[in-house]
């Protein structure tokens, strides 16, 4: 990938480049409220160890530029009847904003999902507000499906949630 973009399993000595990149304002606004504003030093040594610990396959990605983790990227496996589905959720420091790093690391992660895992469909859901996000999203061959009409709330505001979803080739 372009400028030594990867996606790739957190590492423990990730803990201080994710608590700079995610204790952000601007970044959680963004972001589901069990995402921790202020992000401190203990928060991010309590998801590394999270996600080191949780059972393979991997779900949750560093997004780690020139060796740097500045951001996350991952799948939440549904499962019973919606077991051929993830959620995805991603995030990226703000420093790294439109430099069409997101775009490039959901698409490695769309690959990964379809090749690796007994997945169908992927989708995700953005606040109405989030206009970058959607971009993302389109770019990665996402295809928006629904407004969820006053699905959320978000800094004490009741706002839509857009569903995107993808699914893999030959299930159309």
Do not use: C
Request: charged content about 25%; cysteine-free; overall charge positive.
């Amino acid at each position: 990938m372009s400028r030594g973009l990867v996606i790739r399993e957190w590492e423990r000595a990730d803990k201080p480049s994710l608590t700079a990149h995610a204790n952000n304002i601007r970044v959680w606004n963004n972001l589901r409220d069990y995402f921790p504003s202020p992000y401190t030093p203990e928060d991010g040594e309590k998801f590394i160890e999270m996600v080191l610990q949780k059972p393979r396959p991997v779900t949750d990605f560093a997004i780690s530029v020139e060796g740097k983790a500045v951001g996350g990227i991952g799948l939440i496996l549904q499962t019973d009847v919606q077991r051929i589905s993830a959620e995805v959720g991603f995030w990226l420091g703000e420093d790294y904003w439109n430099k069409g790093i997101m775009t490039a690391a959901l698409k490695e992660l769309v690959e990964y999902s379809f090749t690796r895992l007994p997945l169908v469909k992927l989708y995700a859901t953005v606040f109405d507000f989030n206009t970058g996000s959607q971009k993302v999203l389109t770019k990665a061959g996402f295809e928006k499906e629904a407004v969820l009409k006053r699905a959320a709330m978000k800094n004490d505001k009741i706002i839509d949630l857009h569903y995107y979803g993808l699914i893999k080739p030959g299930y159309l």
